[in-house]
T-cell receptor
Framework: ETGVTQSPTHLIKTRGQQVTLRCSSQSGHNTVSWYQQALGQGPQFIFQYYREEENGRGNFPPRFSGLQFPNYSSELNVNALELDDSALYLC??????????????FGPGTRLTVL | GNSVTQMEGPVTLSEEAFLTINCTYTATGYPSLFWYVQYPGEGLQLLLKATKADDKGSNKGFEATYRKETTSFHLEKGSVQVSDSAVYFCALNRGSTLGRLYFGRGTQLTVWP
C-alpha cells in the first residue's frame, strides 16, 4: 500500500507571493483533507475534498483554495502570502463510505516559511 | 461546538515510568476519538483510535478508553521508552462524511534513559 506523499518538503516564499503544495493520497482513498499546523500548536482544518469538490471548510480566508484530481491527488494554493502563513501544511487521505469517514492518514507535511 | 483539551506539557519521565496524558472533549453527536503522534520533523502518525463508548484502543503498549460519562480519552503506557519521546495529539472526528479532525494543542513527552 502506498502511503500519503507531499511535495515539496520545504519552501521559502516572500510576502505577497503565491504557493502551490501537492499531495498524493494513499492507494484506495477517495478523500483528501488539508491542515495547517503553526509552531507549537495542533493542526487546524483548512478544507476537505471529496469527488473533486470541496466538502467542507474551516476558518480560513478564500485566498486558501484547493483542487482534487481524478486520481484523488490534491493541491493546496495560497495567494497573497502573509507572514502568519508560515507553518507546516499537512495533507491527510481517507476513505469515505456509507458509514462516514474512515481514519485519516497523514503525509510528512510541507514546511512553508514566508519572509 | 467541538473541541479537545489536552493536559499541558511538557511531560518529562525516566525510562520505564508510567505515562498518562489526559484528554477531554466536547462534541455533538457520537464522535470517534484518536491519538496521533508526531516525531521531530515528521508528520502525524495514527497511534490508536476508538469509535464508540467503552471501546479501548491500543497499539505499541499505549492504551486509551473512550469514556462517554466523563467525556475523556486519556492515553496511558505502563513503561515508556526513550523512543516514545514525541508530541502526542488527541483528536476527535464527528464521524460524518465530513471527516474534519479537531485536535488538541499537543503534549510534548521527553523520556530520559
Amino acid at each position: 500500500e502506498t502511503g500519503v506523499t507531499q511535495s515539496p518538503t520545504h519552501l521559502i516564499k516572500t510576502r505577497g507571493q503565491q504557493v502551490t503544495l501537492r499531495c498524493s493520497s494513499q492507494s484506495g482513498h477517495n478523500t483528501v483533507s488539508w491542515y495547517q499546523q503553526a509552531l507549537g500548536q495542533g493542526p487546524q482544518f483548512i478544507f476537505q475534498y471529496y469527488r473533486e469538490e470541496e466538502n467542507g471548510r474551516g476558518n480560513f480566508p478564500p485566498r486558501f483554495s484547493g483542487l482534487q484530481f481524478p486520481n484523488y491527488s490534491s493541491e493546496l494554493n495560497v495567494n497573497a502570502l502573509e507572514l502568519d502563513d508560515s507553518a507546516l501544511y499537512l495533507c491527510a487521505s481517507s476513505l469515505v463510505g456509507t458509514s462516514g469517514t474512515d481514519t485519516q492518514y497523514f503525509g510528512p507535511g510541507t514546511r512553508l516559511t514566508v519572509l | 461546538g467541538n473541541s479537545v483539551t489536552q493536559m499541558e506539557g511538557p511531560v518529562t519521565l525516566s525510562e520505564e515510568a508510567f505515562l498518562t496524558i489526559n484528554c477531554t472533549y466536547t462534541a455533538t453527536g457520537y464522535p470517534s476519538l484518536f491519538w496521533y503522534v508526531q516525531y521531530p520533523g515528521e508528520g502525524l502518525q495514527l497511534l490508536l483510535k476508538a469509535t464508540k463508548a467503552d471501546d479501548k484502543g491500543s497499539n505499541k503498549g499505549f492504551e486509551a478508553t473512550y469514556r462517554k460519562e466523563t467525556t475523556s480519552f486519556h492515553l496511558e503506557k505502563g513503561s515508556v521508552q526513550v523512543s516514545d519521546s514525541a508530541v502526542y495529539f488527541c483528536a476527535l472526528n464527528r464521524g460524518s462524511t465530513l471527516g474534519r479532525l479537531y485536535f488538541g494543542r499537543g503534549t510534548q513527552l521527553t523520556v530520559w534513559p
